[in-house]
């Protein structure tokens, strides 16, 4: 079976500053790994996606993430944040088997 | 990516009543899923919809109460049957693009029932 952990329901930066949102996994096989954003009203835009070779992942909106197998690990960076990086952030496991399992979701807050 | 669209893009219903979903693709996938995202939850996969078979649906969701079609390839629907208020959710429809799992979404569908 596979999971999805992130860490902090929500998290605050200010305009400018570095974002770090965590996504730990658990999985039987090596996986393919996932984070998407949902705007206020909106639906789940991908963001990024792991899923073999280069284990540092780059994404719209100056978003990457590094796939970290001995820490079982995906986190979601970006240098400095903007107004507009406001939204919810989920990060999405699967095992190839077309089965995606969603983690709890991260809010991110922008703060001026 | 696939453009994804949905109607009805909100509703709000009586107790008892039903609604269908509607999911289209701008292209034809052979995979389509269903899911339910309640208010301040994740998404939860309801159902998986293949053209030309039966939908496979996930443990705590039943055909009964969540009929789907999926007549095409471009083209499913998702029915909420006999609505009660703890139907209220966002319901979304994805697609699976290409052989590494990655799936895209469309706008939702928000269901309101009173």
């Known amino acids: 079976a596979q999971s999805v952990t992130q860490l902090g329901s929500h998290v605050s930066v200010s305009e400018g500053a570095l974002v770090l949102l965590r996504c730990n996994y658990s999985s039987s096989v090596p996986p393919y790994l996932f984070w998407y954003v949902q705007y206020p009203n909106q639906g789940l835009q991908l963001l990024l996606k792991y899923t073999t070779g280069a284990t540092l992942v780059k994404g719209i909106n100056g978003f990457e993430a590094e ?20 939204a919810e952030y989920f990060c999405a496991v699967s095992d190839g088997y077309s089965t995606l399992t969603f983690g709890k979701g991260t809010m991110l807050l922008v703060s001026p | ?17 039903s609604l269908t979903i509607q999911c289209q693709v701008d292209s034809q996938v052979t995979m389509m899923f269903w899911y339910r995202q309640q208010p301040g939850q994740s998404l939860t ?25 999926r007549p095409n390839l471009t083209f499913s629907t998702l029915t909420v049957s006999n609505m009660s208020p703890e139907d209220s959710s966002i ?11 990655t799936q895209y979404f469309g706008p939702g569908t928000r269901l309101t029932v009173l």
């Open chain 1, 67 to 86: 796939f970290k197998k001995s820490e079982t690990s995906f986190h979601l960076t970006k240098p400095s944040a903007h107004m507009s990086d406001a």
């Open chain 2, 1 to 17: 990516s696939a453009v994804i669209s949905q109607k009805p893009s909100r509703d709000i219903c009586q107790r008892g009543t």
């Open chain 2, 45 to 69: 996969l309801i159902a998986t919809a293949n053209q030309g078979s039966e939908a496979t649906y996930e443990s705590g969701f039943v055909i009964d109460k969540f009929p789907i079609s």
């Open chain 2, 91 to 101: 319901y979304l429809c994805s697609v699976e693009g290409g052989p590494t799992d």
